[in-house]
Structures are given as structure tokens and as C-alpha cells.
């Protein structure tokens, strides 16, 4: 079995968890408030920010480089949309949820010293953003009536054609240079992403759907 066809199985029911949400739910079904959008990527503003850094102390290490790609960098397309969501002072409205915090924590207490940890958040972020996220791109397109602007996260536009893209980076996991052990502790780190992400949605729907947040 190709590594990436074992980590797509292994990773499936974390996967259906953290798609399962009922925040993203009424989110992409127009049901709440702009606000909520607007505070989710600011979620995922904090949680790039640490992914992305973690990417730039890996550019020079041979086994991480091959998923290194500009057109992938989402924080300046994150800061785009919080400063036409917000305006000027987006940055300061950003309030992370706990679960946000835990998040960044754990990429930046593993994926620095660990390849495999790195590639893994690497893969949850990255290739969700290029399939799952494509139809919630377009769904808050239909919902919120965006065209471009709000929703330059979702949209890729350095990747003209994104199934070879994916392709590529799928052979990328086959042939990365990784003991079974560290192909074990990818799998393992990867499902870890999808429970963080399930998470932040859960303590944005205490806030914006059922009002238990503290």
C-alpha cells in the first residue's frame, strides 16, 4: 500500500469527525453572523502563522523542502480577508478560542524538531484546503456573497490545475525518507491535527451557536 493511501485510510474517521461540525454547518449554510467567519480565520490566521514559521526553519532540510511551495502560503491571503473583513485594525480583533492555543502549541512544540510531526500538520492543512476546502469556498460564496475578497484563503490561484498538484505532493509522501517508525508517528500526528481542528470548531460553536462558552 502507497504511504499516502495508508495515511488517507488510517486518518478517515478523524477526518469525518472533524468535518462533522456543526459550527462549519450553519457557517456554510448562511445561518450565522459575518462575525463568525470573520473570527474563524482568525483562528486559522494564529494557527499558520506557526505553521508557516515551522515551513521557513524547515527550508533547508532535504526531507521536508519537496512539500515546501509558495503557492501554499496562506497567511498573507488570511491577512487579506481579516483587513477587508475588519479593516485596519483586523489583527487586533483576532480572540483565540482555547482550542487555538492548543494548536499552535503542539505545531510548535513538534513540527520544528520532528519531520514527520511537520509534515503531518502539513498534510491536515494544506491538502484540506485544497479539496474539502474548495467546496466551503464555494458555499460561503453562495451564502455571504463573496466574489474574491473574504474568501482568498480558500482560493489558490498560484496552483492553476490542482489535481496534479496534489498528485505530486501525494508521491511526495511515498517517497520521503522515513523510517516505519516515523511513517507510524506521521499517522499518528496527523489524526492529533484533525481532533485540533475539530476542536476550534467546537469552541466556535460554543460561542456563536449554542452561547456555552466561558
Request: glycine content about 6%; cysteine-free; overall charge negative.
Amino acid at each position: 500500500m502507497a504511504f499516502h493511501t495508508r495515511l488517507k485510510s488510517e486518518t478517515s474517521a478523524a477526518h469525518r469527525a472533524a468535518e462533522e461540525s456543526p459550527f462549519v454547518d450553519a457557517l456554510v449554510s448562511g445561518h450565522l453572523p459575518l462575525d463568525a467567519y470573520t473570527q474563524m480565520l482568525g483562528q486559522l490566521h494564529l494557527v499558520y502563522l506557526s505553521l508557516e514559521d515551522a515551513g521557513a526553519a524547515h527550508r533547508d532540510n532535504p526531507v521536508v523542502r519537496p512539500f515546501l511551495d509558495e503557492a501554499l502560503l496562506r497567511v498573507p491571503e488570511l491577512e487579506k480577508d481579516l483587513r477587508f473583513l475588519s479593516g485596519p485594525g483586523w489583527l487586533d480583533q483576532i480572540d483565540p478560542v482555547p482550542a487555538t492555543l492548543d494548536y499552535t502549541h503542539r505545531i510548535r512544540d513538534v513540527a520544528y524538531s520532528s519531520n514527520a510531526a511537520f509534515i503531518a500538520h502539513h498534510y491536515i492543512r494544506y491538502m484540506g484546503d485544497l479539496s474539502g476546502g474548495q467546496i466551503i469556498r464555494r458555499a460561503l460564496e453562495r451564502a455571504y456573497g463573496f466574489t474574491h475578497d473574504g474568501v482568498r484563503f480558500y482560493r489558490f490561484d498560484a496552483i492553476p490545475k490542482v489535481k496534479p498538484f496534489k498528485d505530486a505532493y501525494r508521491r511526495s509522501l511515498d517517497s520521503a525518507p522515513l523510517t516505519p517508525a516515523e511513517r507510524d508517528a506521521l499517522v499518528a500526528e496527523a489524526i492529533s491535527s484533525f481532533s485540533l481542528n475539530a476542536a476550534i470548531f467546537a469552541d466556535l460553536e460554543a460561542v456563536f451557536l449554542t452561547g456555552s462558552a466561558n
